[in-house]
C-alpha cells in the first residue's frame, strides 16, 4: 500500500458527460501527479501540481483540467468526454522538496466511456 | 525531444533463467532513473532508481546501471521467480519532464 487513495476505482460513464476524479496523496507529500495509461498510448504524464500551484504540464487536453485544494488533495476533471478517454487514469505523489523524486503511485481509477 | 524507448514484451522465461530488459533515453540535462513494476490489478510501484551517471540501482535481486555514454539504463535479474511476473516500466525523470517506456510484460514459468 503506497498511502496513496483514488476514488472511485470504477466509473462508467457516456459520451458527452463530465467526470470527476480525486486522489489524496501520501501523508506529508506536497506533489500530485497525473497519468492517463491506455494500450495505445501508454502512460502519459497528463499534469503536475506542488502545495496548491500548477507545476508542469504534459499530455493533457484543454478538455481537461486538475486543481490541487489546501488540504493537498487533488481533483481530475474530464468533460465532453470521447470513447478514446477511456483509460486508467493513475494519481502519484512525492514530497516535493527537490526535483526527480521518486513517485508513489495510487491503485488508480479505471474509466470506462460508452 | 525526450524519450525513452524500452524493449517489447511479453518476455516469457522459466524460473531461475537470466533477465535483461533494455532501455534507452534521449535526454536534455541531468535527468534520474527510474525502474517501477505493476503487478495485476495495482498501481506502479518502485522498483529501484539511479540518479546521476554510473549509478547503480538494485532492490530484491533486480539492477540497473545509468550509462550516460550508452544512454541505457538495462534491467538484469540473474534468477527471476515466478513471483517477479508483471510489467515493467522504465522512467526517465527531468526538471519537470515524466516520460515512461510503454513497459514489458514479463512471464515467469514454473
Known amino acids: 500500500d503506497s498511502g496513496v487513495t483514488q476514488t472511485p476505482k470504477h466509473l462508467i460513464t457516456a459520451t458527452g458527460q463530465r467526470v470527476t476524479l480525486r486522489c489524496s496523496p501520501r501523508?506529508?507529500?506536497?506533489?500530485v501527479y497525473w497519468y492517463q495509461q491506455s494500450l495505445d498510448q501508454g502512460l502519459q504524464f497528463l499534469i503536475q501540481?506542488?502545495?496548491?500551484?500548477?507545476?508542469a504540464k504534459g499530455n493533457i487536453l484543454e478538455r481537461f483540467s486538475a486543481q490541487q485544494f489546501p488540504d493537498l488533495h487533488s481533483e481530475l476533471n474530464l468533460s465532453s468526454l470521447e470513447l478514446g478517454d477511456s483509460a486508467l487514469y493513475f494519481c502519484a505523489s512525492s514530497p516535493g522538496r527537490q526535483n526527480q523524486e521518486t513517485q508513489y503511485f495510487g491503485p488508480g481509477t479505471r474509466l470506462l466511456v460508452l | 525531444g525526450n524519450s525513452v524507448t524500452q524493449m517489447e514484451g511479453p518476455v516469457t522465461l522459466s524460473e531461475e533463467a537470466f533477465l535483461t530488459i533494455n532501455c534507452t533515453y534521449t535526454a536534455t540535462g541531468y535527468p534520474s532513473l527510474f525502474w517501477y513494476v505493476q503487478y495485476p490489478g495495482e498501481g506502479l510501484q518502485l522498483l529501484l532508481k539511479a540518479t546521476k551517471a554510473d549509478d547503480k540501482g538494485s532492490n530484491k535481486g533486480f539492477e540497473a546501471t545509468y550509462r550516460k555514454e550508452t544512454t541505457s539504463f538495462h534491467l538484469e535479474k540473474g534468477s527471476v521467480q515466478v513471483s517477479d511476473s508483471a510489467v515493467y516500466f522504465c522512467q526517465y525523470s527531468g526538471t519537470y519532464k515524466y516520460i515512461f517506456g510503454t513497459g514489458t510484460r514479463l512471464k515467469v514459468l514454473a
Open positions: 501540481y506542488y502545495n496548491g500551484e500548477e507545476r
Open positions: 501523508s506529508g507529500d506536497l506533489s
